[in-house]
Nanobody
């Protein structure tokens, strides 16, 4: 069982930046997929960024602003988020294959 712990969320003004991190309790080097999902209040959870062996994909709404990275040696994934918008608000979850973290809240004020 891999335990994931996200951090880096918070309250930021529109146009600001945050960098989310996801630390895994075990190795992620053999993970097939690593992803970041967002769930806004009253909405379904959506994929924001996902990395697999064939590449990385982003939701259209975050392309050019978010860049997902992973460091297998550190068992860590990051999601730097720039030019944040109020619609980026939500709880962000990290996933490694079928494992989910507890989420970190991101709130962007207008």
């Amino acid at each position: 069982q891999v335990r994931l712990v996200e951090s880096g969320g918070g309250l930021v003004q529109a146009g600001g930046s945050l960098k989310l991190s996801c630390v895994a309790s075990g190795s992620i080097s053999s993970a097939d997929t690593i992803g970041w999902f967002r769930q806004a209040p009253g909405e379904e959870r959506i994929l924001v960024a996902g990395n697999s062996r064939i590449g990385t994909i982003y939701a259209d709404s975050v392309k050019g602003r978010f860049t997902m990275t992973r460091d297998n040696a550190e068992n860590t994934a990051w999601l730097p988020m720039n030019s944040l918008k109020p619609e980026d608000t939500g709880v962000y979850y990290c996933t490694v294959d079928a494992h989910w973290g507890q989420g970190t809240q991101v709130t962007v004020s207008s």
